[in-house]
């Protein structure tokens, strides 16, 4: 998820995409400032997405065929331990989504007692325990930031801290 405020290689590879699709984000300087908004706006709106002026799965979907890199989220093929934490994340996305997961969570804010997401940073992903368990194991070599699914266990800062509470119906998964 890409913001006013976002700042570094995301945004700038995000405004070379949107000068190469013929929007105007001002500046190729990694910041996500007012002008950067106005052209995801205009994408957003030309291309018949929702218009809210933020660059999440939908929208990055969108613009892959810009992106001079070539990456695609879409084209993940396995968990992704390079590469920046949106690009992580994006992968992530893709891979539940490809296992019948559904993500449940990802703008931010509070979703569960004692839980905070930070808006772009983490997922939660949702679905049969079997699809949950398999999406957890094949997500571990990953080396997310933190990962709870109470069945299994917990994952901080690398470390195995077992379950904590709170994720019996979903995994939660950040980088």
Known sequence: MLSIGSRGADVTRLQNALKTAGYDPGGTDGVFGPKTKAAVTSFQR???LGVDGVVGPKTNSALAKYYKDGYDAGQVSGPAASGTNHEK???AWKTAERMGLTVTSYKGGRHAPNSYHYS???IDVAGSPAAMARFYRYMESSRPTEMFYDPIGGIKNGN???AIGG???HVHLAF
């Open 46 to 48: 030309a291309s018949g």
């Open 89 to 91: 994340l994006m992968g």
């Open 120 to 122: 772009g940073r983490a």
């Open 160 to 162: 195995d801290i077992g």
């Open 167 to 169: 994720h019996r119906d």
